[in-house]
């Protein structure tokens, strides 16, 4: 059976474009015992993936030339011969950008559509979700009454960040890139404020005036200038949580900007980058207290759905400009 | 009586120089209840004090221009209108730069010289032994077989964070800026290997070839493009202490350098500053640990001293330009 993918063409230089992809038809291999057939209904796309499109080192491997990409995703099994596994099946897992893969058992899970969306898994209930929960919770700690500020806000991971902070009683200020997300995040998520970072003349200012107390916890999801600005703000004692650079992603040169540690140093800081692999053993942990507060009406949730399994490659450089609100999410 | 003090003269730009300092005769006040005269046998000189010079808000409050400098001294008392304290008693504290002073009781407090000799009070036995066995051990939590890079190693605190990291057993390398100060940390002080970050045409690989199984953990009293080149080493949960930036505290611009950011969340790297106030509560166990391993052998101390009052101002000025090897002393 014919079998449509998409593969790295090429990798970038800067930000990637229709040129670093490539659409395939490849024929499918037969079932051996242990693989599964299946076909996915729903892809997540998420900043990190630019990162796999470089060589070289890093906390998950690269993409390979010529390979398809591959990311988190919702699938339906279509045949199985693995045990514990049927037609019909709705499971997760990280998978190829294909419209139907040969997979192996171990790489699936099984979920519960009853108890959410289908597509919350790769959001809410899924990696973002847990992004959000142990990067603010585990490294940043805050207490009720702390000042925290997240960037990248109207983003999968920063939305929820955002109402995570709230239901510790801190005041939440997030960055974001248009009134409408502003207005959204303001109304609708229970932010108390959020700094357009693309009208402000002095951004730094605006931060402080978002932020009369200073700043006690900031949760990083875009780096760069935002970030600068932020970290003039901070106060004594406060933490950093660095999930995302995104500002930096599609840089060609080395980034530059004004050294940090000085900041650091005499306001006593921390500073602690993640992944969320990092917490793995505690996914059920987190994913338990995601879908209570879900279930409370004390999280809300957002997605912006893009439709068809052609339009993955504009969903994912979508991230790069803003398109999305919460999670960016392609069905197929 | 009269009393000579050394007072600030302007707030420098960049570098200190003589102009930065002048020299008052001064008359001492009367003792009230409470006060206690003393005078000054050693001073510690620290690269913290010129961050005091600056005018705005830090974590410790900045000299005053026309006002005496202080610091960390040892001191006999002359007189005393206070309890517990007798004229012949050996005192610590801060001190203002002066021949003789007139303090409260608070301010002091006595030492042991039977346990060690006066002026490790103002070393291994003071703040700089604290910052290293704080900073390095509840900071960093060194494994033994892990490796830990300390720069500034012939510093103060370097030294000894050095054989702190040695007596974990862990593989210790420095980076220091003389031949001399790297035969006497290997030989002498137990240090695996030592970079000179001032001979290397390239550190970062410099610093590869000492860490062939990367950097765990790094110890950082300078800053600047040697903590690029350590950072650019740096090991997947690898931990990093701000302890100091010596390389940046007589610039006159914002520092500038690529951004750590990246690389920190990446590799999931922790960076806290830090300043040794935040152990106050647990500074008798530091001290108490830092005795015990100095009368068990287990480090090794060493001072730079230079003698006089009047040569006060240059043994701070010869902190910038490495000068010291261990604790810089003055003698009074």
Same mark, same amino acid.
């Given at each position: 059976?014919?079998?449509?993918?998409?593969?790295?063409? !090429?990798?970038?230089?800067?930000?990637?474009?229709?040129?670093?992809?490539?659409?395939?038809?490849?024929?499918?291999?037969?079932?051996?015992?242990?693989?599964?057939?299946?076909?996915?209904?729903?892809?997540?796309?998420?900043?990190?993936?630019?990162?796999?499109?470089?060589?070289?080192?890093?906390?998950?491997?690269?993409?390979?030339?010529?390979?398809?990409?591959?990311?988190?995703?919702?699938?339906?099994?279509?045949?199985?011969?693995?045990?514990?596994?049927?037609?019909?099946?709705?499971?997760?897992?990280?998978?190829?950008?294909?419209?139907?893969?040969?997979?192996?058992?171990?790489?699936?899970?099984?979920?519960?559509?009853?108890?959410?969306?289908?597509?919350?898994?790769?959001?809410?209930?899924?990696?973002?979700?847990?992004?959000?929960?142990?990067?603010?919770?585990?490294?940043?700690?805050?207490?009720?009454?702390?000042?925290?500020?997240?960037?990248?806000?109207?983003?999968?991971?920063?939305?929820?960040?955002?109402?995570?902070?709230?239901?510790?009683?801190?005041?939440?200020?997030?960055?974001?890139? !248009?009134?409408?997300?502003?207005?959204?995040?303001?109304? !609708?998520?229970?932010?108390?404020?959020?700094?357009?970072?693309?009208?402000?003349?002095?951004?730094?200012? !605006?931060?402080?005036?978002?932020?009369?107390?200073?700043?006690?916890?900031?949760?990083?999801?875009?780096?760069?200038?935002?970030?600068?600005?932020?970290?003039?703000?901070?106060?004594?004692?406060?933490?950093?949580?660095?999930?995302?650079?995104?500002?930096?992603?599609?840089?060609?040169?080395?980034?530059?900007?004004?050294?940090?540690?000085?900041?650091?140093?005499?306001?006593?800081?921390?500073?602690?980058?993640?992944?969320?692999?990092?917490?793995?053993?505690?996914?059920?942990?987190?994913?338990?207290?995601?879908?209570?507060?879900?279930?409370?009406?004390?999280?809300?949730?957002?997605?912006?759905?893009?439709?068809?399994?052609?339009?993955?490659?504009?969903?994912?450089?979508?991230?790069?400009?803003?398109?999305?609100?919460?999670?960016?999410?392609?069905?197929?």
């Amino acid at each position: 059976m014919k079998n449509k993918q998409i593969s790295l063409a !090429s990798r970038p230089k800067g930000m990637p474009d229709a040129s670093t992809f490539q659409f395939d038809s490849v024929e499918l291999p037969a079932l051996k015992s242990g693989d599964i057939l299946i076909q996915p209904t729903y892809f997540s796309v998420d900043p990190y993936m630019r990162g796999r499109m470089n060589a070289g080192k890093s906390y998950i491997p690269a993409f390979e030339v010529g390979q398809p990409l591959a990311g988190g995703a919702v699938a339906k099994v279509i045949e199985s011969q693995a045990d514990g596994f049927a037609a019909g099946d709705v499971v997760t897992g990280s998978l190829p950008w294909a419209t139907q893969s040969v997979v192996s058992a171990g790489a699936l899970k099984k979920i519960d559509t009853n108890l959410a969306p289908a597509s919350y898994y790769l959001g809410i209930l899924g990696m973002p979700g847990l992004t959000a929960y142990f990067g603010l919770l585990d490294i940043c700690k805050p207490k009720a009454g702390e000042t925290v500020v997240v960037s990248g806000a109207a983003g999968a991971v920063g939305i929820l960040v955002g109402q995570i902070a709230k239901i510790q009683r801190c005041r939440v200020v997030g960055i974001a890139g !248009s009134d409408d997300k502003i207005a959204m995040l303001t109304e !609708s998520f229970g932010f108390d404020a959020v700094v357009n970072y693309k009208t402000s003349s002095d951004l730094k200012k !605006s931060i402080a005036d978002a932020c009369p107390d200073g700043v006690d916890v900031y949760f990083d999801n875009v780096g760069g200038d935002v970030s600068d600005a932020v970290i003039a703000n901070l106060n004594f004692h406060a933490r950093i949580s660095l999930c995302g650079q995104i500002a930096l992603y599609n840089t060609t040169e080395t980034p530059v900007g004004p050294r940090i540690q000085p900041m650091l140093l005499t306001r006593s800081v921390l500073m602690q980058g993640f992944t969320i692999g990092n917490y793995s053993k505690r996914f059920s942990e987190g994913i338990q207290q995601l879908a209570t507060w879900l279930q409370e009406g004390k999280l809300h949730y957002t997605e912006t759905t893009v439709n068809g399994f052609d339009a993955l490659p504009e969903a994912l450089l979508g991230l790069f400009s803003g398109q999305n609100t919460g999670k960016m999410i392609v069905q197929v």
